[in-house]
């Protein structure tokens, strides 16, 4: 049951959102499953599918990086667990990207952790000529420092695409890294 000892002059007009959750809260334990009538995986993730699978980078300082790509969570999100090693075949750092469409905004939303401390989340509308990009606040733990940030994918083929990311400094884009991304889809990589 719904509180409704305020006064009702006082309070904003209730939003749909408002609605939904005094109607879930009304009519549905707290504690059950939601009610939700298609929880079929959003169709949105699919524009993300050049991702899934096996991807290595090498970079120019040396540093080789192997990520895996795949859905969880019944195809809801997809997840990339990646690993960075220095030349001489230590590690650099281990790290997760797990990323969802969110059907009220209409957009993904992505979380990022690693060892080294970079965390953050980013957000992206989905592809605008021929250009994806996440954009977002993180923590860059190599530096230790807060700033917005921009990833932007290019894909080249079927198995191969581009990463720039940049940072924002002093209001401007910088040029942070380039990634060049070689993936063994999944049904290959088996």
């Not at 990207?97 to 060892?115: C, K, R, T």
């Amino acid at each position: 049951m719904t509180d409704t000892t305020t006064d009702a002059a006082a309070q904003p007009a209730p939003t749909e959102a408002d609605d939904k959750l005094n109607d879930y809260l009304d009519n549905h334990r707290p504690t059950a499953r939601p009610v939700k009538e298609n929880n079929d995986p959003p169709e949105q993730l699919h524009q993300l599918d050049f991702l899934l699978g096996t991807m290595v980078t090498h970079f120019d300082t040396g540093v080789r990086m192997e990520a895996v790509t795949r859905p969880i969570m019944g195809g809801h999100y997809y997840q990339m667990d990646l690993q960075a090693t220095y030349p001489d075949g230590s590690p650099k750092l281990e790290g997760k990207w797990i990323i969802g469409w969110s059907a009220p905004n209409q957009q993904f939303e992505s979380y990022y952790v690693d060892s080294m401390g970079t965390m953050g989340v980013s957000y992206s509308e989905g592809w605008q000529d021929g250009h994806l990009e996440f954009v977002g606040d993180h923590v860059i733990g190599e530096v230790g420092v807060r700033t917005r940030s921009k990833d932007a994918y290019t894909v080249i083929d079927a198995t191969h695409f581009r990463l720039d990311a940049f940072v924002e400094v002093e209001g401007e884009w910088k040029l942070y890294d380039i990634q060049d991304c070689h993936v063994t889809p999944p049904a290959a990589a088996e």
